[in-house]
């Protein structure tokens, strides 16, 4: 996965209890996922890891009164966009707050993502524990038929190990659950330079079967936020069908 990840999302909404488990068509709290035991870093080599799981959930409310937890992720968000964003956008800008994550976990807007071993699991289980926060995704239902995501974070030192793909097998997974088909997402791309990371995410995005469908008018969207552009940017609206 591409540094960030991050499209925008209108901060609004219902707020979803339903999740769901990779592979299960049933509803439940979390999703828990295996990694492989030596996955191909981006440079090409491999990484041995003690039997990796990624757990993937949505927090209950009560989350949202977790200080920590709340300053964790939102460190781990701004720190990716810094680098996914660089140059789009004028100094000081930062891409969340505590305030609009605790807002989003309370309303049941925002997976997170664990990392866990096996080594971690409780002895009565036998199921991995949650460890090392590693990444987050705003998820919205849209309209009776499509959900969008945005703030698609992981982060840097677990890129490359095929974790942004399950965090998007989760969200797909809970879009189905919802009744919705289709996913939406979007993209900042600046039109006086070429992005290398932007052109990446984008790539990406494609290989994950994203369709670019329109180009919209992020003043419109946004219009708190467009003043804060360091440069003109092309908003690119993507959308795939789950089914």
């Given at each position: ?113 664990y990392l866990a071993s096996l080594t971690l699991a409780s002895e009565d289980q036998g199921s991995p524990q949650k460890g090392q926060l590693v990444g987050c995704v705003y998820v919205k239902r849209a309209s009776d038929t499509m959900c969008t995501l945005g703030m698609l974070t ?90």
């Amino acid at each position: 996965m591409p540094n960030g990840g991050l499209g925008y999302s209108v901060r609004e909404k219902t707020h979803h209890k339903q999740t769901i488990r990779i592979g299960e068509p049933t509803n439940t709290s979390k999703s828990s996922t295996g990694a492989m035991s030596t996955p191909a870093l981006s440079n090409g080599t491999e990484a041995t890891l003690d039997t990796p799981r990624l757990i993937i959930e949505f927090p209950p409310a009560a989350a949202a009164d977790d200080l920590s937890l709340i300053s964790a992720i939102t460190k781990l968000v701004n720190l990716v966009f810094i680098e996914a964003e660089v140059g789009i956008w004028n100094h000081g800008f930062v891409r969340t707050s505590d305030a609009e994550v605790a807002d989003f976990i309370r309303k049941g807007q925002l997976a997170v993502a664990y990392l866990a071993s096996l080594t971690l699991a409780s002895e009565d289980q036998g199921s991995p524990q949650k460890g090392q926060l590693v990444g987050c995704v705003y998820v919205k239902r849209a309209s009776d038929t499509m959900c969008t995501l945005g703030m698609l974070t992981l982060d840097k030192t677990h890129q490359g190990l095929g974790l942004g793909r399950e965090i998007f097998k989760f969200v797909e997974e809970y879009c189905l659950s919802l009744g919705c088909d289709t996913l939406g997402l979007d993209i900042l791309v600046p039109t006086s330079y070429a992005h290398p990371l932007k052109t990446r995410m984008e790539a990406w995005y494609r290989r994950l079967g994203f369709q670019l469908v329109r180009l919209a008018d992020f003043a419109d969207d946004y219009p708190a936020l467009a003043p804060l552009l360091a440069g003109p940017v092309d908003y690119r609206v993507f959308e795939k069908k789950l089914k």
